[in-house]
């Protein structure tokens, strides 16, 4: 078992922030909080013993070059549990991840067992040149295996939660090649939990789900429309337990959030539209991650995880039938909560019934996001480019 700290108890911002703020914050807005057994128990520490692997949200790191220990030390002390991280030193500063656990252990006496930690295996195509973590010149199982090494050195630990493929070789091959050493770690007591990510045909997960011994127990994916919101994927990674976590959430979606419904829904729930989206994903049992830079923002975003949206209806159905994909909710209106319904995506002919401001609001609203979103689609393309291995 590794740690980087003794097993002394948390100080009080340990462990509840978030969850407690949660339930009072919640309670006042009126929103009913469920706590999710994984996550908190009615006092909002993190239940004994509970699969750390279920829990609601992730904290992402990339992007975050040196600000990256000061982040991680932030979004833990707000109440994230689950860190997502990868053994690329392009976008990630792995090491000081690491430092910031170390950090935590010594200041808050935070045990390693209390933290679900997440990394990923870069293919030699997603490095930058200068900074590969691994000889490159090695055979490919012996670069997943240095990987791994340099994971668990930068971390501080003796134990991944959870070891994720960055993206799928170009071969089935080679795919069972970086998944057999993957399956070694775990057997040796390295890994915990394997997954992959930037997979978005069904047909080639379906068939590297197939082939290998240890199945994945996690799908990181974009969640765009691009992709038809991976419904099929999500469909399938419901059915098999397989957790469905959503990177460039709100950064690939301004348009969903602009839209007079989800606002309307978000002022009745006193939440924001971004609040709205990420508890949608969370009740329809996926696990989006985060990787605000903003107290306010990650104190939202763990209070989405508390919300329950409102109507009685089952999220998991709901998810399982496809939820952004293409006419996904369309033959499911009846069944819908008002705040799926506010969601929905049917087409601009849902809201022309709107008066005529109205309408021409939604003309504002779809050209302002469509503007944002070519912005942002452009200010993060170099993400795409360099890594050079998401569709
Ligand atoms: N597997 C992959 O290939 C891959 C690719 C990309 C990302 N990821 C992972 O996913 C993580 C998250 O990345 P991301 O691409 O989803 O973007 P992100 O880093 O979470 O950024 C999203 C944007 O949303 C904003 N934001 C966050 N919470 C908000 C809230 N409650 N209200 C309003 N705005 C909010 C942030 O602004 P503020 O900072 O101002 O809050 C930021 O501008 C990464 O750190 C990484 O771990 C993985």
């Keep these: 078992m590794g740690s980087f700290g003794g097993h002394v108890r948390p100080p009080s911002h340990v462990g509840t922030g978030p969850w407690l703020a949660a339930a009072a914050g919640a309670s006042a807005m009126g929103v009913a909080c469920r706590s999710h057994g994984v996550?908190?128990?009615?006092?909002?520490?993190?239940?004994?013993?509970?699969?750390?692997?279920?829990?609601?949200?992730?904290?992402?790191?990339?992007?975050?070059?040196?600000?990256?220990?000061e982040l991680v030390v932030q979004a833990i002390r707000a109440g994230f549990r689950g860190i997502d991280t990868a053994c690329q030193p392009k976008h990630y500063q792995e090491d000081l991840v690491g430092k910031a656990l170390q950090r935590l252990s010594v200041e808050d006496n935070l045990p390693r067992e209390k933290l679900w930690l997440q990394t990923k295996f870069t293919a030699l195509r997603g490095q930058?040149?200068?900074?590969?973590?691994?000889?490159?010149?090695?055979?490919?199982?012996?670069?997943?295996?240095?990987?791994?090494?340099?994971?668990?050195?930068?971390?501080?630990t003796s134990y991944l939660d959870s070891l994720v493929m960055h993206s799928p070789m170009p071969t089935l091959e080679e795919n069972l090649e970086v998944w057999g050493v993957f399956e070694r770690a775990l057997q040796a007591g390295q890994v915990r939990q394997l997954g992959i990510s930037n997979c978005y045909d069904p047909r080639a997960f379906q068939m590297i789900y197939e082939a290998v011994r240890i199945k994945p127990k996690v799908l990181q994916n974009r969640f765009y429309a691009d992709s038809g919101y991976d419904r099929e994927l999500r469909a399938f990674c419901?059915?098999?337990?397989?957790?469905?976590?959503?990177?460039?959430?709100?950064?690939?979606?301004?348009?969903?959030?602009?839209?007079?419904?989800?606002?309307?829904?978000?002022?009745?729930?006193?939440?924001?539209?971004?609040?709205?989206?990420?508890?949608?994903?969370?009740?329809?049992?996926?696990?989006?991650?985060t990787g605000t830079r903003s107290l306010e923002h990650m104190k939202q975003d763990l209070e989405a995880a508390q919300m329950v949206l409102t109507g009685g209806s089952?999220?998991?159905?709901?998810?399982?039938?496809?939820?952004?994909?293409?006419?996904?909710?369309?033959?499911?209106?009846?069944?819908?909560?008002?705040e799926v319904k506010a969601?929905?995506?049917?087409?601009?002919?849902?809201?022309?019934?709107?008066?005529?401001?109205?309408?021409?609001?939604?003309?504002?609203?779809?050209?302002?996001?469509?503007?944002r979103f070519a912005f942002l689609g452009r200010s993060r393309s170099p993400y795409d480019e360099v890594l050079g291995e998401a569709p």
């Design 39 to 69: 996550t908190a128990d009615g006092h909002g520490q993190l239940v004994e013993g509970a699969d750390l692997s279920q829990l609601p949200f992730l904290y992402g790191t990339a992007w975050k070059e040196q600000q990256t220990t």
């Design 128 to 156: 930058d040149p200068r900074r590969i973590p691994y000889d490159p010149k090695a055979p490919l199982a012996t670069q997943v295996e240095q990987s791994i090494q340099r994971s668990l050195q930068n971390l501080g």
């Design 238 to 289: 419901l059915e098999k337990g397989i957790k469905y976590q959503t990177f460039w959430t709100l950064t690939a979606n301004p348009h969903v959030l602009v839209l007079p419904p989800i606002r309307k829904a978000a002022e009745r729930l006193k939440a924001s539209p971004a609040q709205v989206l990420f508890a949608w994903l969370i009740r329809s049992g996926h696990q989006p991650l």
């Design 314 to 338: 089952s999220y998991s159905s709901l998810s399982s039938r496809g939820f952004f994909g293409s006419g996904g909710l369309a033959a499911h209106q009846d069944a819908l909560p008002p």
């Design 343 to 371: 969601l929905h995506i049917k087409g601009f002919s849902n809201f022309i019934v709107f008066s005529g401001s109205n309408l021409l609001f939604c003309i504002f609203a779809v050209t302002l996001a469509s503007a």
